[in-house]
Structures are given as structure tokens and as C-alpha cells.
């Protein structure tokens, strides 16, 4: 079974500072991970998939199967940065994208 | 703009008494997803459906039903609810080919 592990719950920064949102996960294959975000009052929305290798808002995020990681980092955090953030795993192999979401991490940015 | 839409936003039932969350997309996709979130935990996949291929998750309560007449409109039934139902019911919908997610909104079930 996939297991998806976040171990911060609340993470405060100051504008400007780095931020660092820790994902663990546990899979026996090969897995594909997500960063989604919510914003407040706002929808669950993907912020970014490991397989892109895409930066979106800043926002980068390294698989490290070595490690079974998948860190989201941005150097620079913003006010607008402020929100719910869940690592996720889709099992390799579905066709049906089935999602396992971690518990969640609310980043909060300080002016 | 498409997207995928929840009815209603809040929805207030008593013990026992049956309800009926909607969700329809206007997407086009093929799967469609509810998740159960319950305050302060992570959603919690319920069902899905690949076109009209219903799959259940093995821990999901016989107390949650699911329908999709169609491509766009799927519903949550909830035949008898207890108090441990209360939760944000999230919909999503995702292609075949990419799999990313699109939720909607969400429903907030109060159950009293």
C-alpha cells in the first residue's frame, strides 16, 4: 500500500525567507507525485507533478527515490504564498489516476 | 470556462435521513472522483468512475453510494448518515491520458 507523509502541519516563514515543505512517501513501484494547493476559500488545484519538472510560481519540487522524497522548495517566499499545501502519489501503472494524499502542511508567510 | 461544479455548496441533513451531493464538469473527462475530507485530514478517495466503470475503495461504508447518468453528472448518495459523516465532499475529474485532477468546489454535509 502507498502511504504519503507530511510531517510539518503548520510551517510559519517570513517574506523573503526560503521555504522548505517536507513530503515522504512510501511505494514499492514506481510513482508519479503532485504538489496540489488550496487557497483560501479557494478549490484544491495541482501546483506542480514531478514528471514536468516544471517551476510554477517559484515553486520546485525534486523526486528523490533514494530517499522517497519529494520536497516542494521555493527560494523567496511571498504573502501570496499563504495556503494548504498536500503532497500526493498516483501509483504507477493505473490508468485511472488515483490519488494519495498526504495530510497537508498550511504555509504561513509573514510580512 | 470549464470547469467542474458542486450543488449545493452547504448541505444541512438530519440523522438518518438520506442525501444527495451533484456534481457535474464540463470537462469531458472520462474519470471522475469523490473524496471525503473530515477537518484537519487529507482527502480520502471514496469511489471513482472510469466512464461508466463504478470502482469502490475497499474501506468506503456500504452508507455511500455513487451514480453517473452520464459523462458530465455524478452523485454522492448517502443513504443513511450519522454524525461521522459530517465532511467536505470533494468531486474531481481528470482525462485519461494526464490523470491531473481538477476538484471542485466542494460540499460542506452538517449532519444534525
Known amino acids: 500500500a502507498q502511504r504519503v507523509t507530511q510531517p510539518e502541519k503548520l510551517l510559519s516563514v517570513f517574506k523573503g525567507a526560503p521555504v522548505e515543505l517536507k513530503c515522504n512517501y512510501s511505494?514499492?513501484?514506481?510513482?508519479?507525485l503532485f504538489w496540489y494547493v488550496q487557497y483560501s476559500r479557494q478549490r484544491l488545484q495541482l501546483l506542480l507533478r514531478?514528471?514536468s519538472r516544471e517551476s510554477i510560481k517559484g515553486f520546485t519540487a525534486d523526486l528523490n527515490k533514494g530517499e522517497t522524497s519529494f520536497h516542494l522548495k521555493k527560494p523567496f517566499a511571498q504573502e501570496e504564498d499563504s495556503a494548504m499545501y498536500y503532497c500526493?502519489?498516483?501509483?504507477?501503472?493505473?490508468?485511472?489516476?488515483?490519488?494519495?494524499f498526504g495530510q497537508g502542511t498550511i504555509l504561513t508567510v509573514h510580512p | 470556462d470549464a470547469m467542474v461544479i458542486q450543488n449545493p455548496r452547504y448541505q444541512v441533513t438530519q440523522f438518518g435521513k438520506p442525501v444527495t451531493l451533484s456534481c457535474s464538469q464540463t470537462l469531458n473527462h472520462n474519470v471522475m472522483y469523490w473524496y471525503q475530507q473530515k477537518s484537519s485530514q487529507a482527502p480520502k478517495l471514496l469511489f471513482h468512475?472510469?466512464?461508466?466503470?463504478?470502482?469502490n475503495e475497499a474501506d468506503t461504508p456500504d452508507n455511500f453510494q455513487s451514480r453517473r447518468p452520464n459523462t458530465s453528472f455524478c452523485f454522492l448518495d448517502i443513504r443513511s448518515p450519522g454524525l461521522g459523516d459530517a465532511a467536505m465532499y470533494l468531486c474531481?475529474?481528470?482525462?485519461?491520458?494526464?490523470?491531473?485532477?481538477?476538484f471542485g468546489p466542494g460540499t460542506r454535509l452538517t449532519v444534525t
Open positions: 511505494y514499492s513501484g514506481s510513482p508519479e
Open positions: 474531481a475529474t481528470a482525462d485519461s491520458v494526464t490523470h491531473e485532477q481538477y
Open positions: 500526493a502519489l498516483k501509483a504507477g501503472g493505473t490508468s485511472y489516476g488515483k490519488l494519495t
Open positions: 468512475y472510469y466512464d461508466k466503470d463504478f470502482n
Open positions: 514531478h514528471i
